[in-house]
């Protein structure tokens, strides 16, 4: 265990006393008559804060500690489509779910409207210090295919792009790199590939015209399909598509 992490549990430790002397306070204030009302509802509230902010320490702490148990995890399905290697679900719910059960973590998953033909997937993250954080993604669910045909129905986009945004943000929440230990030296080529991701990303959000918008995406399809990049394909497509919503919404 590092010393960073020991000073943070040391200070965590610190907290907790703290807070229980202040319900110590607020238990005697409360059976005394004379007290007045208002000083204990602000002695409460102050008390509240002081839990919720120690939960959130506990949160960072046990994450911290699970991310530092988990290693890369291989792919175990194929899209041959695109002739790109991934790790299902199913894969990563076995590899992440032992783990980060252990250190008192819980996930459910949830959705809500996006933008046209766009499903926000959100994930709450509960710890059973009492902390819960949201993340969430947004999928495209419009149905089309690679090529921009339609290749689903509705119903079949939305269920396609809510198990894409679960896979994604399983991945996000615990920072796990999918692919073999052994890169065979290839770490650098992930580096490039993430700088051209994130500047197509950063094109797509900056664009102003639904004109701009297709000539971006255009040029991303062509380089991901070079890379055969799927992963990178659907977060680009997902990009685009919430972009397009904005555009046309604030037109």
């Avoid at 959705?111 to 954080?133: K, M």
């Amino acid at each position: 265990m590092s010393q960073q992490i020991i000073e943070r549990q040391e200070s965590a430790v610190v907290a907790q006393p703290e807070a229980t002397t202040m319900m110590q306070m607020i238990q005697r204030a409360a059976t005394d008559p004379a007290f007045d009302v208002e000083k204990l509802e602000r002695m409460m509230a102050m008390h509240e804060r002081m839990t919720a902010k120690q939960a959130e320490v506990d949160f960072n702490l046990a994450m911290s500690d699970a991310q530092s148990e988990m290693r890369p995890i291989s792919a175990d399905a194929e899209n041959k489509q695109t002739r790109s290697n991934y790790a299902t679900y199913a894969k990563l719910d076995n590899a992440l779910r032992p783990v980060y059960t252990r250190h008192g973590f819980s996930l459910s998953f949830n959705s809500e409207p996006g933008a046209a033909d766009v499903i926000r997937v959100l994930c709450y993250v509960s710890h059973r210090a009492g902390h819960t954080r949201t993340y969430t993604i947004d999928m495209p669910a419009d149905g089309k295919g690679a090529k921009g045909g339609d290749v689903m129905t509705k119903t079949h986009a939305v269920g396609s792009g809510a198990s894409y945004g679960m896979r994604y943000l399983l991945k996000m929440i615990f920072n796990v790199a999918i692919g073999e230990s052994d890169d065979d030296g290839n770490a650098a080529g992930g580096d490039l590939r993430d700088a051209a991701l994130a500047d197509l990303l950063a094109r797509a959000g900056d664009a102003q015209t639904e004109e701009q918008l297709t000539k971006v995406w255009q040029s991303g399809v062509a380089v991901l399909k070079a890379a055969r990049d799927m992963d990178g394909y659907e977060q680009f497509k997902s990009a685009v598509s919430v972009r397009s919503g904005q555009i046309k919404g604030a037109a």
